[in-house]
């Protein structure tokens, strides 16, 4: 499968502790981008990279949040101090430049983050 | 404020039949629209996008959309139903004052009956 790829799939962690979600986009895309998603709402964008850098970040990105991609292809998401609010799908996508200028992303399926 | 509304938080939709989704939108501007389906246990998938052009636009899976710039809306169409087709529905509309944010609507459960 050549698609993106998110690790884990889900998560159960306690308040508190630190949480870190991995994803692998498409090869050749050089746009990547983290949502977070709750239930019955839209995606929510959080951040996004094009190639390492990070060139855009969410409001709703608090300061426990942090996103890199060092070299360019794969992303960490990492969660510091995880509330009960921050229980949500992470999703990432990625794009190649042209089409991500216009917005079609390819998303994958996903890491569900629960905080108990 | 930029802002896209789904005003039907399901719809249900006998095999065979047309089929419906709407979307309104408000952004100034030209609006970059979108239409995404999201499985069960899946992904989302992108289905189609009106940029510029013919008002009606094809997509994948039998799925179209128009664009009424009067209305201000998008709906999702497709001209007969398959159960396959159940699933949740995004519509959304580039963020004009970002080059790269999506601005989603919260989405519509549609689910086709045999």
């Known amino acids: 499968d050549t698609g993106v790829s998110q690790d884990p799939r889900h998560k159960i962690t306690k308040r508190g502790q630190n949480v870190t979600f991995r994803c692998d986009p498409i090869s050749e895309h050089n746009r990547l981008y983290w949502y977070r998603q709750t239930l019955g709402q839209g995606p ?21 949040f942090s996103a890199e991609r060092p070299k360019g292809s794969f ?10 609010g921050d229980s ?19 998303f994958g399926e996903g890491s569900r983050l629960t905080v108990l | 404020a930029q802002s896209v509304a789904q005003p039907e938080d399901q719809v249900n939709v006998a095999e065979g039949n047309p089929l419906t989704v709407k979307c309104t939108y408000s952004v100034s501007g030209n609006p970059y629209l979108f239409w995404y389906v999201q499985y069960p246990n899946r992904g989302l998938q992108f289905l189609l996008k009106y940029i510029t052009g013919d008002n009606l636009v094809k997509g994948s899976y039998g799925f179209e959309a128009e664009f009424n710039k009067s ?40 689910i086709i009956k045999p």
């Open chain 1, 88 to 106: 949500a799908m992470y999703l990432c996508a990625s794009s190649p430049s042209e089409a991500g200028n216009t917005g079609e992303l390819f």
């Open chain 2, 71 to 110: 209305q201000t809306s998008f709906h999702l169409k497709k001209p007969s139903a398959l159960v396959s087709d159940s699933a949740l529905y995004f519509c959304a509309v580039r963020d004009m004052d970002s080059n790269y944010q999506l601005i989603w609507g919260a989405g519509t459960k549609l």
């Open chain 1, 44 to 64: 929510e964008f959080l951040t996004y990279f094009q190639n390492e850098a990070q060139l855009e970040k969410s409001r709703l990105l608090s300061d426990r």
């Open chain 1, 75 to 84: 992303s960490t998401l990492e969660i510091q101090r995880t509330e009960q």
